[in-house]
């Protein structure tokens, strides 16, 4: 019987009796998550506040200009593999999948140039392929809020400051995923060993990380003056432990943004005490649309997650990144059309036009959480500020003001790579004047 209504309504239509039923239109955003896999212990909360941000937006604003917006989360267990599997299946998705946020370097690598084919944007907030900050030649990547490259450029910043101003003569080490993740932070930090003269010590872990006691051995043997910290999921527990039973002292330990959250030293406890992580803009604040989703999401029982859960690093991350996507599809109405659903071109143009000031960010809830940020055709990063938090053996605490990465030499490496995987992909660069 259900079967018979949709046509009899057609029909009926076109004789003028009765009128169409109105669909709801919908704009869809996929989520890739890792909520299985080494990496689970990040990926759940991460993947919990993205989630939760679209349900909020859905709640408290009835979508954007009226749109609501519906998602579908996809498993990858962090697997390159699964992630291009995943990428098929929801890319066509409803009205079409506004945007891709992969949760891993290794999948935005593989799926980099299947976007580009297919004309959909992949965000990578904080993490993917450094050099795609260069719209000219990665039109459909962005790169917002930070890369590795500004991450390390921070750190090193941080630790000058400590030591006076000059790094000359120090020796840091690089302790990181042996995998595309991992070594993005390298070719920047190899610049600048050799302009400033200090000594870089790469020294790569095996995944999952969970055995790194050789590792720790070659510090401890080696001395660096500073272990800079490039892990994600079980590793980072596993790294903390060991620098403790090696004695190397935590304070002198900066992880990026990935390896310092509230899961990857909660259960540590005073032995991770001073342990310092770079926050993505200022992602260890609370704000606003914390107390908004409290209310208007997990008080009603519709949270992803636990409860407690909101305000922690990973969770408010996953958040900013949904926010990023959700602006990306209201500036495209603001272009071309309020109320209506957004192809993934007219997104991709919404991403490259975002203009954050801090007032809008005020009115988003996220003006403590987040500095004004502005893309453009030739920069698709925004600005790449952060901040450095250290592990008080308890909570995580803001220790630094905040810091803008030096425009060079990451802007000669964004260049170089870029102008590299132009010629290597056989791509000609638009013209951004």
Known sequence: MPSLIRPILFAAALAGLAPLPSLAQEQFVPLLVYRTGQFAPLGIPWGDGKQDYLKLVNARDGGVNGVKLAFEECETAYDAAKGVECYERLKMKGSGASAFDTQSTGITFAVTEKATADKIPVITPGYGLSQSADGSVFE???????????????????IAKKEGGSLKGKKIALVYHDSPYGKEPLPLLQKRAEAEGFQL??????????????????????????????????????????????????????????????????????????????????????????????????????????????????HTRGMMISMLIVEGIRTAQDKFGKGKVMTPEQVRWGLENLNLTADRLKVLGFGEIMRPVQTSCSNHMGNGWARVAQWDGAKWQVKSDWYQPAKQPIDDLVKEFAAKYAKDKNIKPRSCS
């Open 201 to 314: 010590i790469p020294l790569p872990v095996t995944p999952p990380g969970v055995e790194q006691k050789s590792t720790w051995l070659q510090i401890r043997q080696q001395r660096p003056d500073y272990v800079l910290f490039w892990s994600a999921g079980v590793m980072t527990p596993a790294g903390i432990r060991e620098a403790q039973a090696t004695g190397f002292p935590r304070e002198k330990i900066y992880a990026i943004w990935w390896a310092g959250s509230d899961h990857d030293v909660k259960d540590l406890g005073s032995s991770a005490k001073g342990y310092n992580a770079i926050t993505l803009h200022n992602s260890a604040a609370t704000d606003k649309v914390h107390a908004d989703l409290k209310k208007l999401v997990y008080d009603k029982g519709q949270g992803s997650g636990a409860p407690t859960d909101i305000g922690t690093l990973a």
């Open 140 to 158: 459909w990547n962005f790169p917002l809020l930070g890369t590795y490259w500004t991450a390390a450029d921070v750190m090193l910043q941080d």
